[in-house]
């Protein structure tokens, strides 16, 4: 008979890396909470696991990273001064964070590496298949990225991963995936390689911070050593897992800002902004302005 897999409903959010690509930004702030328009990067990435069905969110913090805790927490000191002001619109903007999903805070107390973060969470994920996401990976779409993963993992019961077509010379800058084409479209993972350069590089498809796995992946995890940096690295377990079971990659439809960084953050704010029913016409007409000048 079968294995049975149970439903996919946990998420995990490594949120304890230093950001250090956004310094000095990031020196006292999470690179978490850095915002598109009006909302922080991790408030994205909550609402895209919610709209993929997955309501049990494990966030794996670490020292400085409070500011997280509060925003998903209820202010009562501002949402009674909203209230009063009879800002009504803003009350339930605010009000509505702290009710949109309980959340369960674990601390990384040593910066050790993604796949150590993820391991942080054993406890709560237990034999469960779960999702991981990475909040400074912005993808906006018309189906919700890690929706896009999810139709995959319930049609074929397989870890899956996010992947999208990245320039051969930006390669080294990412995990780089081998892979073989099924009859379907979906791509079988053959192996993972942590920031290849150009030469090297197996294809130009970059795992891009968005993965569902079965409960496999937690075990080898257990037993992983570090690697790349002296880290526990992600990509490792992932590669073996890929020689044990399964595991597709998805290309996913959609716009993906490397936000964590100042020119994908830039890039994400001009974009969203433009967007933006509410600011986007003067957006738009002063960026005119600076480019006609």
Known sequence: MGRVMKR???IIFPAAG???RFLPATKASPKEMLTIVNKPLIQYAVEEALEAGLNQVIMVTGRGKRAIEDHFDVSFELETVLRNNGKQDKFEEVSQISRMVEIVYLRQKMALGLGHAVRCAEHWVEDEPF???LADELIIGDVPAMAQLREVFERTHCSVLGLMEVPREHVSRYGIVAYEREADGLFRL???VEKPSP???PSCYAIVGRYIFTPRLMKILRHAVPGTN???QLTDSIARLAKEETVYGVVLQGQRFDA??????LLANATLGLANPQFGPEFRKHLLGLLDR
């Open 8 to 10: 996919l409903r946990k």
């Open 230 to 232: 002296n880290e526990i």
């Open 131 to 133: 999702a991981v996401s």
């Open 18 to 20: 230093h950001g250090t």
């Open 199 to 201: 030469e090297s590089a």
């Open 190 to 192: 053959v192996d993972m």
């Open 260 to 265: 964590g960084t100042p020119l994908g953050f």
